[in-house]
């Protein structure tokens, strides 16, 4: 028997901010199984967890938000995906389920499939919520656009035009796939975001904390704030890094596929003739592709925790995993949002003092070099984030709300093992 099936969609996001709370509970004697993307299976399993791929039919499942002209449109190849992804998800996670025995259940919040077959298993479950989740509240505006929040009447009217232009037809475009998933395990439809991310699962480990995430009053009780779950997978620091005296900037595109390698490009060119060095790290983006200046190194990978040590700001494309690594190591942050949630990381940084955010749109060498100095002297308010994402208490934090979900016999059973 395990304790925790760990079930999490392809790709790094999705299962990386977790990864330190799972060390934290193996250390406290906790059984843990995890089935997550090939790749980062294989780095799991070095680690020496139970690690193993998802579906083949799972992993087979692109998004290709990016070819949409629209952010409309990429929402609906974003929610179409999801759907066929959830309806592969189902059988795997009940297989999983029924060879491991586990106690309980931790679900990537992007698998809806995976979320309905955990909700009606009867396991105790907790939802990784590793994006900005879209849980409405009257102290913070609607997800989505990366709105800035506003205060009075007229940010209360913004608001709600923006719920009812922007969030609703979003909504009716996905509810109904998400409670075909439920209805397949005999669950009753969900009617909002805030019910399914807010209501389903009883425990929501959100890793983020204030003053990053927007102070909020009405959080639903099963949501826990513990800050960012950082992790590299073990490797050597870079043997170049110990001789460097320049500072370095940062610069990364996403590693789920959005086309986003112009960010790196433009950071070529704006930053070729300052005394900098530019450390790019490509992702799901072909390195070769690039003309790298002398001043600058372009990987697809590299650690990026010894780099964030010797950095004074990063450029990325406000992906919240790399985000919130940066300002964690109290870096401040130039975020160039592309697509997905980055609307809304990119004016967090903006709204904590952290850092900048560039639309993508208006990208160009010059505004970017621009945006790089000006964010390079907001250390100040990169490290209050720092200690925000500290105070909320990390891996220990989370592994705590974890063990809540066990029964006290369960929980009895499981420090009689330690």
Known sequence: MTDWLVYATPGRGHIYPAVATLLELRERG?????????????????????????APEVEAVDTEDWKARTPI????LEV???????????PDLR?????????????????????????????PWALIGHFALPISSRDAPPYGLGLAPARGPIGRIRDALARRLVLAPLERLALPKISAARAAEGLPPVRSADELFGRTAPL?????????????????????????????????????????????????????????????????EALADEDVLVVATTAAVDPTTFDVPPNARVERFLPHTPVLRRAACVVCHGGQGITQKALAAGVPVVAVPFGRDQFEVARRVEIAGAGVRLPA??????????????????????????????AAGGAVAAANAIEELLSPLAREEQLGRL
Not at 30 to 54: K, Q
Not at 248 to 263: A, M, N, P
Not at 366 to 386: E, H, I, Q, S
């Open 95 to 123: 297989a999983a389920i029924s060879e491991l025995r586990p106690r309980g259940l931790l679900i990537d919040a992007l698998g809806w499939g995976a979320m309905a077959t955990a909700d009606a298993s009867g396991l």
């Open 30 to 54: 906790h059984s843990i199984a995890i089935r997550c993307g090939a790749e980062e299976a294989r780095e799991l399993a070095a680690l020496g967890f139970d690690a193993a791929p998802v």
């Open 204 to 268: 929501v480990l959100f890793f983020t904390a204030e003053p990053f995430e927007y102070p909020r009053s009405d959080w639903p009780p099963a949501v826990r704030l513990v800050g960012p779950g950082t992790f590299d997978p073990p490797s050597e620091e870079p043997t170049w890094l110990a001789g460097e005296t320049r500072q370095i900037v940062l610069v990364t595109c996403s590693t789920d596929f959005q086309d986003d390698g112009r960010l790196v490009a433009t950071a070529l």
């Open 80 to 90: 179409s995906a999801f759907a066929r992804r959830a309806a592969a998800e189902q």
């Open 73 to 76: 449109g990429a929402q609906r």
């Open 361 to 390: 749109p208006k990208l160009g060498a010059d505004r970017l070099r621009a945006a790089v100095r000006d964010a390079t002297g907001m250390r100040a308010g990169a490290k209050r984030v720092a200690n925000g994402f500290a």
